[in-house]
């Protein structure tokens, strides 16, 4: 612990003489080394610790800039070891100024009573009108959000989480404020009850009130020029810019809001981007992007969502005021000027185009196209599946993971088939079938939850998910052949047990983590009991969650091959394994070979329409294939071929083994 001593008289009077003002000099304690004159036309007041000065720091254009304190008030603070502070126009006040940071040209950084910064702050997330508030805390991730918002049906939970919530407050709660080490705060204006994290920027912002920027040493935090913020979290690797406005909000790990971005009683986790629009009372799960300046988001809860240019949702009908909320489900994308009258359940990764006021609940249709025509909402079930945006989306979420802080507070599970959705798939395709039962075959169209669907593309669909289903499963169990070690074929059906009876029932997409439901209800019941109470504590489920999906997601597989296909792993035979693998070969395949024609579609003629202005055919050829490249050496086209490859060599090398026994 660092010792501080009395200023000397000598060391008072060398202030005095650099244009330091003290009302009462006994106020002022220094560390060993402290050294004058590196102190310079400043006023104290209240009780001051004072480091020491030794180091220098380096500005753009190779300006160098020696430690100390220069051209500021300080009240009631401590001031580390090599600190530069130089223009502060009005006061430090009431704050604890870490090692190795700079502040300079700031207007104040004033800490007023005894707040939390920003913990504990109630957002009214989803409702706009209230019921389902978050309040927010340093340590908040998508799945305890998850749990606030979404299990109001179990009231004891919700007390006990926000018991828990209180008492992380008690502990943040301070009458100063702090500027972790390495933090940099320059041409700033008014900061107010602001904690700021390790090695965050801090530049060029209007005003910061009520808040905590988190930032870590492997990433830092971001607030730039222009920012109004209040009453608001930021976590580690946070980017907030460009006049962006924040007004009871949560930013987590990762997340970009700039560009004139608006938000207000909104929650935003991992890796979700913000630009030019505006979001009110949303979840937004991680991987959430709206980028465009005409797009609202409000009342909602997304998350993968890809929101395009005035996409609009409503949750007022002028009656009992902004009540209602909706639901789009991960991966969906909503389409240039889209609109949804909530309430509304979208599907995951379903395409929204066009103006849906009736709403739909497409929920049990993953994979699926809702299109607007005349007035009229149409569902196209299961076309997502072949779509070769999807296997892209599904690919590049992981390669786009900006989080660097190796404390991760939200846990993401990233396969684009789980077992969540081919739940999903097999409760849409019984749907579909008794659809076509009671609506009878020779209808042109059948209606459901609000939406056509018409013939074809019931027939359609149910083609698509049986494709699904089937590639799900037989994923899982090639794998487990592939890594299993058998003689016999008793021997292979004793492999296929799963380790654990757990995940075998039904699972639920936490907020990003797709997880057994009977795990959420256990920790439910963990946390109502006082069993779980810390937040460190959730957190180290959430992680082991995350860990053992694959061993859940088998347990699932292998119950759902009995429930969806009629097939009994713990008695199954060479012939039923040997043409379950033709069949499971056949799906991926065509699927494949669906998103290779799909990915055709953007090298055709009418794809290269305004390429080659100045020329003829062969020029516009040249020109597209310069630009975008030839068909066959597109990086996705190159490994949609090589998966087909690698799956039709993995059926082989199991089909031979299992006929060897």
């Known amino acids: 612990m660092t010792s501080y001593r009395p200023l000397s008289t000598q060391e008072i009077k060398k202030l005095e003489q650099q244009g330091c003002v003290c009302d009462n000099w006994i106020q002022i304690k220094v560390n060993e080394g402290f050294d004058p004159a590196y102190v310079r036309q400043t006023y104290f007041s209240g009780e001051i610790l004072l480091g020491k000065f030794q180091r220098s720091f380096k500005f753009p254009g190779g300006v ?8 500021a008030t300080i009240h009631n603070s401590i001031i580390e070891d090599d600190v530069y502070i130089n223009q502060v126009r009005n006061q430090i006040a009431n704050y604890h100024i870490q090692c190795n940071v700079v502040i300079e040209n700031v207007d104040s950084l004033t800490t007023v009573g005894k707040p939390c910064f920003g913990n504990g702050q109630k957002i009214a997330v989803l409702n706009e009108a209230g019921g389902r508030e978050v309040p927010i805390f340093n340590e908040l991730s998508a799945h305890t959000a998850y749990l606030m918002v979404f299990y109001r049906h179990r009231p004891g939970l919700i007390e006990m989480l926000n018991r828990m919530v209180d008492d992380y407050c008690k502990k943040v709660c301070s009458e100063k404020g702090t500027v972790e080490k390495g933090a940099r705060i320059l041409n700033s204006r008014t900061i107010l009850n602001v904690n700021i994290g390790t090695d965050a920027v801090v530049e060029g912002i209007y005003r910061l009130v009520n808040g905590t920027i988190n930032s870590s040493s492997k990433h830092p935090s971001y607030f730039g020029p222009g920012v109004i913020a209040e009453d608001f979290i930021a976590a580690s690797g946070a980017t907030v810019t460009d006049a962006t406005l924040i007004s009871k909000c949560f930013i987590g790990q990762g997340c970009t809001l700039g560009k004139h971005y608006s938000a207000e009683n909104s929650v935003f986790f991992a890796n979700c981007q913000g630009f030019h629009g505006e979001a009110c009372s949303i979840f937004a799960g991680p991987y959430t992007v709206s980028h465009h300046k005409s797009t609202l988001l409000i009342a909602g809860y997304y998350s993968f969502l890809n929101a395009g240019s005035g996409s609009n949702q409503s949750n007022h009908l002028y009656k009992l005021g ?55 909402s149409y569902l196209a079930p299961g076309v997502s599946l072949r779509s070769v945006g999807t296997m892209r989306d599904a690919r590049k979420w992981p390669t786009r993971d900006k989080r660097k802080d190796p404390h991760k507070l939200d846990y993401i599970t990233f396969n684009l088939l789980s077992p969540y959705l081919v739940d999903k798939m097999i409760k849409g395709k019984e749907t579909l079938i008794k659809l076509k039962e009671t609506s009878g075959a020779t209808s042109d169209y059948f209606m459901y939850n609000s939406v056509k669907i018409e013939a074809k593309a019931l027939e359609r669909g149910l083609q698509l998910y049986d494709i699904g289903i089937i590639k799900f499963l037989g994923n899982g169990l090639l794998k487990k052949l592939e890594l299993a070690k058998f003689n016999s074929l008793e021997e292979l059906r004793q492999a296929l047990i799963p380790e654990s009876e757990e995940g075998a029932g039904e699972w639920v997409d936490m907020a990003g983590l797709i997880v057994p439901k009977e795990k959420v209800l256990q920790l439910a019941e963990k946390i109502e009991h006082g069993k779980i109470n810390t937040f460190q504590e959730m957190n180290d489920t959430f992680m082991e969650w995350h860990d053992n999906y694959y061993m859940w997601a088998w347990s699932r597989s292998y119950a759902m091959f009995q429930s969806a296909l009629n097939i009994d792993l713990a008695n199954i035979s060479k012939q039923q394994l040997l043409d379950f693998i033709d069949k499971w070969k056949s799906a991926v395949v065509n699927l494949d070979k669906m998103m290779f024609e799909d990915a055709r579609k953007e090298f055709t003629l009418k794809a290269q329409t305004g390429f080659g202005l100045d020329g003829e055919d062969e020029i516009r050829n040249n020109d597209f294939e310069q630009v975008r490249g030839a068909f066959e050496k597109h990086p996705t086209v190159c490994d949609i071929v090589n998966h087909i490859e690698k799956k039709e060599k993995l059926a082989k090398i199991i089909s031979e083994k299992i006929k060897s026994l």
């Open 64 to 71: 160098t800039k020696h430690s100390g304190i220069f051209n």
């Open 322 to 376: 902004p009540v209602h909320q909706g639901v789009v489900e991960r991966g969906s994308k909503t389409t240039s000027d889209s609109y949804l009258l909530w309430p509304a359940k979208i599907g995951a990764f379903s395409l929204v185009m066009g103006r849906h006021y009736r709403n739909p609940d497409t929920s049990n249709f993953p994979f699926s196209y809702l299109i607007e025509n005349k007035d009229e």
